[in-house]
């Protein structure tokens, strides 16, 4: 069998097995379908990749926002509006990259990600091979994005295997100092979030 | 809480039956607190349906490479989110 078609069929059973959980709650009341689909609702629309951009923007051309980003990232994002205390009791946590170091974000347990910030989580995020190999061989991984470090730059890699959720902070590109928040935001890709690209 | 900041710690060699969040890679390793989280329920009790699972403190360990991969490992660190129990103190 494809790789391609075992994930479907695994996805299948998983949402089989959802469904059956969801009705046994039902019956047992102790949760409503639709109560469980305004929450999962409320949390997917505001989940965007616009609100790691905005954060970023903000930080690239605001040193105190920059500060209180990765000093307390959950505190700092309320203020440009993303709630990051969900259902679930995470902490928001910003790595900057600088001249010296790049950082990388992984979850090799599972698939531990800030979507809030970043939006649902790309499907290479949550493959066997990014989650083992990014710990493993992470120039490696780094180069096959296209991203290419010099020697001396160190590479930090945070597995998210509890409760932070990390976010990359690039570094401001060259030659910007001239650009509005909003210009600056439209820089900022998902990937460069995560790390897998320089911005 | 029994660990500080800069504390250089050992992470236990186990393999439980159930759920646990101390990946198998970083198991028998040594690595340093980088950061206290807070206090979160226990996950692998959590896991195991105790649903009043009592809260540990949460560190985040951080981990030389070649303390985790040997000698060739690249020029890197990994940190990892690790509860109190699955750290030892190393003196």
């Not at chain 1, 997917?44 to 000093?71: H, I, Y």
């Not at chain 1, 949550?126 to 490696?140: F, I, L, N, T």
């Not at chain 1, 730059?153 to 650009?179: F, G, K």
Request: aromatic share 6%; proline share 5%; charged share 25%.
């Amino acid at each position: 069998m494809t790789t391609h078609a075992h994930d479907h069929e695994r996805s299948a059973e998983v949402s089989n097995r959802v469904k059956r959980l969801v009705a046994e709650l039902e019956r047992r009341d102790v949760l409503e379908e639709s109560a469980l689909d305004a929450v999962v609702e409320s949390f997917l629309l505001n989940a965007t990749p616009a609100n790691g951009k905005r954060a970023v923007a903000r930080a690239w051309s605001d040193a105190g926002f920059k500060e209180r980003l990765l000093d307390d990232a959950s505190a700092a994002v309320a203020e440009i509006g993303v709630d990051m205390s969900h259902w679930a009791p995470v902490k928001l946590r910003a790595v900057e990259n600088t001249a010296r170091r790049h950082n990388l974000i992984v979850c090799t347990l599972c698939s531990c990600y800030p979507i809030a910030l970043l939006g649902p989580s790309p499907v290479w995020y949550k493959s066997e091979a990014y989650r083992s190999r990014a710990v493993r061989d992470p120039r490696g991984v780094l180069a096959e994005f296209g991203v290419k470090l010099a020697p001396d730059v160190d590479i930090a890699v945070w597995d998210s295997t509890a409760e932070t959720r990390y976010i990359v902070l690039p570094a401001r590109p060259p030659e910007t100092e001239n650009l509005s928040e909003d210009e600056l935001a439209a820089l900022v890709t998902r990937n460069g979030m995560i790390g897998t690209a320089l911005a | 809480m029994q660990f500080n900041l800069g504390d250089r710690v050992r992470t236990r060699l186990k393999n439980p039956e159930g759920h646990t969040r101390l990946p198998a890679y970083l198991r028998g390793r040594i690595g340093r607190i980088e950061r206290v989280v807070g206090a979160f329920p226990f996950s692998d009790e959590r896991a195991a349906g105790h649903t009043a699972a009592k809260p540990q403190t949460l560190y985040t360990v951080c981990f030389a490479g070649r303390d985790v991969w040997g000698d060739d490992a690249q020029a890197a660190t990994i940190s990892a989110d690790l509860f109190e129990s699955y750290l030892e103190p190393l003196t």
